[in-house]
């Protein structure tokens, strides 16, 4: 079967400098896609700032061939969104994809959760993806174009021990994926969410909860289920065997 090709569009992956977003970042890099890379830069439990995360994945692009800017705007805020969207309108004049992918942990029991561990991950996860869709949907029917993919996950969909957080925020995407599929069905745009296991920091950092329970029994069980997966799901993508075809510039448009 041939790829799926993104030649002339542009596509905003957010938290995007690491793990399964950056991944998202390069494959739509090789298949053609003109990329805004979006990363603050912070830790796993969503600590610090680091704007050289994002840039160091866009200058990857870059170096194998393909057309990629880095952005350092927080998901968080409505003006965050607004600037990381603009960003792509002002380099390319279009935005065809967005994959809403950033976030962090913070796992604690529920007897230990507090608004305080609780919200920024609603506002990161669940806020984070409106606050970026919402400026690329009016860009996107406006061209009678658009894909968006918002990332959910198992801890929310079949429930996981200490991240209520968590899997509120991710399950909350659901139905915000859900709702923006029924709206976008008559303007081209195409709405739909995924749930990946991959081997990256939220997983490691997970486990590591577990293991901070001193509970032998649930640790056991935890890297049980989870062997199999962790040689396998190591996020990768064919841009180190294939590399990037050189962008094509669009009229008008740096």
């Given at each position: 079967?041939?790829?799926l090709?993104?030649?002339?569009?542009?596509?905003?992956?957010?938290?995007?400098?690491?793990?399964?977003?950056?991944?998202?970042?390069?494959?739509?890099a090789?298949?053609?896609a003109?990329?805004v890379?979006?990363?603050?830069?912070?830790?796993?439990t969503g600590d610090?700032?680091?704007?050289?995360?994002?840039?160091?994945?866009?200058?990857?692009?870059?170096?194998?061939?393909g057309?990629?800017?880095?952005?350092?705007?927080s998901?968080?805020?409505a003006?965050?969104?607004?600037?990381?969207?603009r960003a792509?309108?002002?380099?390319?004049?279009?935005?065809?994809?967005?994959?809403?992918?950033?976030?962090?942990v913070?796992?604690?029991l529920?007897?230990?959760?507090?608004?305080?561990?609780?919200?920024?991950?609603?506002?990161?996860?669940?806020?984070?993806?409106?606050f970026?869709?919402?400026?690329?949907?009016k860009a996107m029917?406006?061209?009678?174009?658009?894909?968006?993919?918002?990332?959910?996950?198992?801890?929310?969909i079949?429930?996981?021990?200490?991240m209520?957080?968590?899997g509120?925020a991710?399950t909350g995407?659901?139905g915000?994926?859900?709702?923006?599929?029924?709206?976008?069905?008559?303007?081209?745009?195409?709405v739909?969410?995924?749930?990946?296991?991959?081997?990256?920091?939220?997983l490691?950092?997970s486990?590591?909860?577990?293991?901070?329970?001193?509970?032998?029994?649930?640790?056991?069980?935890?890297q049980?289920?989870?062997?199999?997966?962790f040689?396998?799901?190591?996020?990768r993508?064919g841009?180190?065997?294939?590399?990037?075809?050189?962008?094509?510039?669009?009229?008008?448009h740096?």
């Amino acid at each position: 079967m041939a790829d799926l090709r993104f030649d002339d569009r542009v596509a905003i992956v957010t938290g995007a400098g690491r793990g399964l977003g950056r991944e998202h970042a390069l494959l739509l890099a090789e298949r053609g896609a003109r990329v805004v890379v979006n990363d603050v830069g912070s830790s796993v439990t969503g600590d610090g700032t680091d704007h050289r995360t994002a840039e160091t994945t866009a200058q990857e692009i870059r170096d194998k061939g393909g057309d990629a800017i880095a952005n350092a705007d927080s998901v968080a805020t409505a003006e965050g969104g607004e600037a990381i969207v603009r960003a792509a309108m002002e380099a390319w004049g279009r935005v065809d994809v967005v994959i809403n992918n950033a976030g962090f942990v913070d796992d604690a029991l529920f007897d230990d959760m507090t608004a305080e561990r609780f919200e920024p991950l609603i506002d990161v996860h669940l806020k984070g993806a409106f606050f970026v869709t919402r400026p690329a949907w009016k860009a996107m029917r406006e061209q009678g174009y658009g894909r968006i993919v918002n990332t959910t996950s198992a801890a929310g969909i079949l429930g996981s021990p200490r991240m209520s957080n968590y899997g509120s925020a991710k399950t909350g995407l659901i139905g915000f994926t859900r709702v923006l599929a029924a709206e976008g069905a008559e303007l081209g745009i195409t709405v739909n969410a995924v749930a990946p296991i991959a081997n990256t920091r939220m997983l490691e950092r997970s486990m590591a909860s577990v293991a901070e329970l001193a509970d032998a029994d649930a640790l056991a069980s935890a890297q049980e289920l989870m062997r199999p997966f962790f040689d396998k799901s190591r996020p990768r993508t064919g841009v180190a065997r294939r590399g990037i075809p050189r962008a094509r510039r669009l009229p008008g448009h740096r």
